[in-house]
């Protein structure tokens, strides 16, 4: 019986895929609008006509969602500073825990970008060099591994917080003008800044998805949650006719014509080497557990609706909007160059003992 051949002439899914991004990147200008009309209304001490923070901004604040979660994890409660980040957050590792890092290769508005300057360095490199441009093996471990230390360093930090110490940053006033003290750092950018997402920029282009692959934390831990997912890409060895195209498509240079499963916490389920497979049924996606083959328009689907979901969740749940007025917001803004970053956790917990102990004076003093 001979091999079912397959013509590869449109990728439907990869088009779906690139709508889905586009959109996703589309909803984001689209926060960013708002929270700019936000921002005006600020500027103007209350003259202008008030335009509501939009609370997706909070998906720009990994840092506080994290510490929103753990916070979560010891009181049970949704903190009320940046309730739509604790649920932005769950959502963006719950898609990843199902379909994989699959956030990066189909939500990430960064990750777009990403993709869009690598296709651009790719086919200049390819007219001059006929290959792809790729670090030597050595490097690209040496330099993926700056990620991973920095996501160490900030889950090290958070994790070793107490009650108290995430309450503390948590209700800081530096944590409630997080998002717009990020939206100055981009509107009143320093030269410094500037040549560093630059030399970024140039480096995508040579490289591609230099961000993605080398610095990005949170594509670090997409890639450890995303290695849980029960949902794996699978090379059929019997009817493989060693082509080599998988690999060869592979943004993420994961090297597809040689495993059996595709276990790699570089791969972003974009399904490239799945649409390029010229043989029928021998590069799919499937399930570990059932072994059976799961369409790429249902991971398309439940990428988008798992995502939905969890943020639904907080929106029914009424923990999407924060509970920060605007009387307060116009305060915070008139002072925001002077609110500096919380001290550290060890002087809070001093800071918290001294306040005990002065409250249990005071009850002595009282008895």
Not at 97 to 104: D, E, H, Q, R, Y
Not at 193 to 217: Q, T
Request: charged share 20%; aromatic share 14%; with cysteine.
């Amino acid at each position: 019986m001979g091999l079912k051949y397959i013509k590869n002439t449109e990728k439907p899914i990869q088009k779906i895929r690139f709508f889905v991004q586009a959109g996703f990147a589309l909803l984001c200008i689209w926060i960013g609008i708002e929270f700019y009309q936000f921002v005006a209304y600020l500027e103007s001490d209350g003259a202008a006509a008030f335009h509501q923070r939009p609370p997706g901004v909070e998906g720009f604040l990994p840092i506080s969602a994290l510490m929103s979660v753990v916070y979560f994890f010891q009181t049970g409660d949704v903190h009320n500073v940046h309730p739509a980040g604790f649920f932005i957050f769950l959502a963006i590792v719950g898609v990843s825990l199902v379909f994989g890092k699959s956030f990066c290769g189909w939500l990430c508005p960064v990750g777009y970008i990403s993709e869009m300057v690598g296709d651009f360095g790719e086919r200049i490199w390819k007219k001059i060099f006929k290959r792809r441009m790729k670090l030597p093996g050595f490097l690209d471990y040496l330099l993926r591994s700056v990620k991973y230390l920095l996501l160490a360093f900030f889950a090290f930090a958070i994790f070793s917080m107490t009650e108290t110490a995430l309450a503390y940053f948590l209700n800081d006033t530096y944590n409630i003008a997080a998002d717009v003290k990020m939206y100055y750092f981009f509107a009143d950018i320093s030269r410094f800044s500037l040549i560093v997402i630059g030399v970024l920029f140039l480096l995508s282009v040579v490289i591609r998805n230099f961000w993605c692959r080398y610095l990005c934390p949170y594509g670090a831990l997409l890639g450890i949650t995303g290695i849980l997912s029960p949902n794996k890409i699978k090379r059929n060895a019997a009817s493989c006719i060693d082509c080599g195209l998988c690999a060869k498509a592979c943004p993420s240079f994961i090297k597809v014509d040689k495993v059996i499963t595709v276990r790699s916490d570089e791969c972003t389920s974009c399904l490239n080497c799945v649409d390029v497979c010229p043989v029928e049924d021998t590069l799919d996606v499937k399930n570990i557990f059932g072994r059976k083959k799961v369409s790429k328009k249902i991971i398309a689907a439940g990428i988008v609706l798992i995502f939905i979901a969890i943020t639904g969740i907080g929106v029914l749940s009424g923990n999407w909007h924060n509970k920060i007025s605007k009387e307060e917001y116009l305060l915070i803004h008139k002072q925001r160059d002077a609110i500096g970053h919380p001290t550290s956790t060890s002087d809070i917990e001093e800071l918290n003992r001294s306040t005990e102990k002065g409250k249990t004076d005071g009850e002595k003093g009282i008895n």
